[in-house]
Every structure is written in structure tokens, then in C-alpha cells.
């Protein structure tokens, strides 16, 4: 079994938007050195100049290759390509958070956002299939980026669902979330995706129907 420490980690976080920027910006405030990474590493230059000594940019194969651990924040219909181009080797025995979505380029119906998966499957499957060397763990996923790091809300600590199949992964998974102010559920295996994923739209149904996008979900018993 794989332990893995989790003190001051080498992160590469895989993608040039909101999510990769956030999580990157998280990782950072809480002591790791990060690596971003993009087809074309020039797009986040600025972002590596202004973010400070560990902070750099990469493609998506020498970004993951650096790491000890990879977050996965990509287009969730491009996931699989990025995987391709990040080369499996350079994710073999890693850690792989996943936070992407399979969300479909149609618009929503009535507010709901519209999945290339089927209910009875899920993205990270795919994933963890494609790589099977890699130790996928979602997270991330069933909130939107405003939140991901440090929450406040007047209810206390919201609730992020992980899976995964490797136990060693969903523990570090879970001590970075402790981190950045999460309560951690531990959903299973990576068939627990079918049903972290759809969260994503329930998450985002109240802003797409005018309430507001200021929430999180919360595990009560
Ligand atoms: N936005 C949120 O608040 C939120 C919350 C939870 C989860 N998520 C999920 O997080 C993920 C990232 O979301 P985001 O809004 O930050 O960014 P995004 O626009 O969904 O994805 C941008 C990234 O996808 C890559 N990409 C797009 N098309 C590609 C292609 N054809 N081949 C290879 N790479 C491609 C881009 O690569 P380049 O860098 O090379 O351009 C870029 O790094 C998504 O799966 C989303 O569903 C989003």
C-alpha cells in the first residue's frame, strides 16, 4: 500500500481556467509548490510571474511528470484528450483530483445542465479506466470555484463528496480539504462518481433559475 506524505507537496494543477486558477491560488495560500499546466504554457506566464517563486506553468505532459500530485481541471468533454496528452506515465501511481464534469456543449433544459454521460456511468470511470496506474479521487466537483477554497458560510463547514478506489489517495485528498475548510464524505469507489457528478447540476439550479449561486451542500444525520 502507498503512503503518501502530504506536507509541502509539488501540485500540478491541469488547466488554464477559473477552476485551475482557483485551486492553484489555494494550493499556494497553503504552503505547496504549483505547477499549471495548458496545451500552451505562455497563456498562464502572467499568471506564474504575479503568483510568486513556487508558483510555474507548464504543458500538461511536464506539468504532471514534475508532481507528486495532479489535479485534473480541464474542459470535463476534453478530459480524456488532456489525459492522452499529459502521457500516462506521468501520472502512474499519482494522485489525480478529479474536478471536472462531463457537461455537454447544449445549452441547459429548465435550468439543467445537459451531460454527454449516461446515469448509469460516469467521467471519472473513464478516467480511471484510460489511466489505470493513476489514483483518481473526486473532489471539487459539486461546487462552484467561488467556494472551493475556505468557504464561509453561516452554516459551518460545507460537505465535499469524494471517491475513489485507492484509500491511501482519498486520504490526502481528504487532508488538503481539511485544509481549505471542507468536510470530508467519503462517497466509495469510483462508481460513487454517478453520483458526485449530477451535484454539479443540482449545484448550479438555483443560479440558473434566479436564486442565487451563494451555496454548498451539507451531509446532515
Ligand atoms: N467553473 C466552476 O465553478 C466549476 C466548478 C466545479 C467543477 N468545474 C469543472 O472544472 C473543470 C474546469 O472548469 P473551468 O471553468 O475552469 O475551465 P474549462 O473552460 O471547462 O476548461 C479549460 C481547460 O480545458 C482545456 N481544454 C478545453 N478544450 C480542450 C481540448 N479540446 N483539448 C485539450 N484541452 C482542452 C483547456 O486547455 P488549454 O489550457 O490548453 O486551453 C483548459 O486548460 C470543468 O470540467 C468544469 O465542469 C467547474
Same mark, same amino acid.
Given at each position: 500500500?502507498?503512503?503518501?506524505?502530504?506536507?509541502?507537496?509539488?501540485?500540478?494543477?491541469?488547466?488554464?481556467?477559473?477552476?485551475?486558477?482557483?485551486?492553484?491560488?489555494?494550493?499556494?495560500?497553503?504552503?505547496?509548490?504549483?505547477?499549471?499546466?495548458?496545451?500552451?504554457?505562455?497563456?498562464?506566464?502572467?499568471?506564474?510571474?504575479?503568483?510568486?517563486?513556487?508558483?510555474?506553468?507548464?504543458?500538461?505532459?511536464?506539468?504532471?511528470?514534475?508532481?507528486?500530485?495532479?489535479?485534473?481541471?480541464?474542459?470535463?468533454?476534453?478530459?480524456?484528450?488532456?489525459?492522452?496528452?499529459?502521457?500516462?506515465?506521468?501520472?502512474?501511481?499519482?494522485?489525480?483530483?478529479?474536478?471536472?464534469?462531463?457537461?455537454?456543449?447544449?445549452?441547459?433544459?429548465?435550468?439543467?445542465?445537459?451531460? #454527454?454521460?449516461?446515469?448509469?456511468?460516469?467521467?471519472?470511470?473513464?478516467?480511471?479506466?484510460?489511466?489505470?496506474?493513476?489514483?483518481?479521487?473526486?473532489?471539487?466537483?459539486?461546487?462552484?470555484?467561488?467556494?472551493?477554497?475556505?468557504?464561509?458560510?453561516?452554516?459551518?463547514?460545507?460537505?465535499?463528496?469524494?471517491?475513489?478506489?485507492?484509500?491511501?489517495?482519498?486520504?490526502?485528498?481528504?487532508?488538503?480539504?481539511?485544509? #481549505?475548510?471542507?468536510?470530508?464524505?467519503?462517497?466509495?469507489?469510483?462508481?460513487?462518481?454517478?453520483?458526485?457528478?449530477?451535484?454539479?447540476?443540482?449545484?448550479?439550479?438555483?443560479?440558473?433559475?434566479?436564486?442565487?449561486?451563494?451555496?454548498?451542500?451539507?451531509?446532515?444525520?
Amino acid at each position: 500500500m502507498t503512503t503518501t506524505s502530504i506536507a509541502s507537496m509539488n501540485i500540478a494543477v491541469l488547466g488554464s481556467g477559473v477552476v485551475g486558477q482557483v485551486l492553484a491560488d489555494g494550493f499556494l495560500k497553503h504552503g505547496h509548490t504549483v505547477r499549471r499546466g495548458s496545451r500552451d504554457a505562455a497563456k498562464l506566464a502572467d499568471w506564474a510571474a504575479a503568483a510568486g517563486a513556487r508558483a510555474s506553468a507548464g504543458t500538461f505532459a511536464d506539468t504532471a511528470a514534475w508532481a507528486d500530485l495532479v489535479v485534473l481541471a480541464v474542459k470535463g468533454s476534453a478530459a480524456e484528450t488532456v489525459l492522452d496528452q499529459t502521457g500516462p506515465a506521468n501520472l502512474a501511481g499519482k494522485v489525480v483530483i478529479d474536478a471536472t464534469n462531463p457537461i455537454a456543449d447544449a445549452p441547459p433544459d429548465h435550468g439543467v445542465l445537459r451531460y #454527454f454521460t449516461a446515469a448509469n456511468e460516469s467521467l471519472m470511470e473513464r478516467l480511471q479506466a484510460r489511466v489505470a496506474a493513476a489514483r483518481f479521487v473526486k473532489a471539487f466537483s459539486c461546487v462552484g470555484n467561488a467556494f472551493m477554497v475556505n468557504p464561509q458560510f453561516e452554516g459551518g463547514p460545507p460537505t465535499m463528496f469524494i471517491c475513489g478506489d485507492d484509500a491511501d489517495a482519498k486520504r490526502v485528498v481528504t487532508s488538503l480539504l481539511d485544509a #481549505f475548510g471542507w468536510a470530508t464524505e467519503d462517497m466509495g469507489t469510483v462508481h460513487a462518481a454517478r453520483a458526485i457528478e449530477p451535484l454539479c447540476q443540482l449545484w448550479c439550479l438555483p443560479g440558473m433559475t434566479g436564486k442565487g449561486w451563494r451555496h454548498a451542500f451539507k451531509m446532515l444525520r
